[in-house]
């Protein structure tokens, strides 16, 4: 689990969105869909919300929140995170500050798997520039991208606490270290 930095001026606010720009309002139809938790998500939620005392709700956001985007294919629309806000009693910007916060939440929609590719200094060091070449190459996309069909999306990410194993990428919250273009090939060979 990475961190993503943020503006510290879009964390006073109470819209995720109030800095998008039209275009990156358009690009998320999902957006203002009307999003309820299931019943068999909130029992889940529950379960978390019952490791910490009644009065630290906000301590089960992080685990409400990955719950939440597994079953919404994959990523936080502004409904859902407010959803998760009125689920736990919270303000909406105690929730929008942990989804904007760590890189494994994706606040738009994103293809059935995600790379996550490290850019940062060690995997930099280790040679991960021609590792992006090769799946920019593979895949025909760019980083921050997703393949046409919806199967793939290439999304850099800052350090993955696997300095020693770079250059790396996470695939749902799995490892593949000590990448070469072989490895590339092989692991994208493999994803349905
Ligand atoms: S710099 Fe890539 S895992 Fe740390």
Sequence with gaps: MTARFTNPADRNSNSINS????AEANARPLKQALYVIPSEITQKIDVWVQKFPADRKQSAVLYALKL?????????????MNA???????????????????SMFELK????????ICTN?????????????????????GLGQTTPDGRITLKPVECLAACQEAPMMQIAEQNYA?????????ILDGLS
Excluded at 19 to 22: A, V
Excluded at 178 to 186: A, F, G, M, N, S
């Design 178 to 186: 000590q990448l070469t273009p072989e490895k590339i090939d092989h």
């Design 68 to 80: 939440v985007q597994a079953h919404h294919q994959g990523w936080l629309s502004e409904a859902a």
């Design 109 to 116: 929609p994103v293809g059935r798997h995600v790379l996550s």
């Design 121 to 141: 200094i060690s995997c930099m060091l280790n040679g991960c520039e021609s590792i992006v070449a090769h799946l920019k190459q593979r895949l025909g996309i």
């Design 84 to 102: 998760v806000a009125h689920y736990l009693g919270l303000p909406k910007i105690t929730v929008y500050e942990v989804a904007t916060f760590y």
């Design 19 to 22: 800095h998008s720009t039209s």
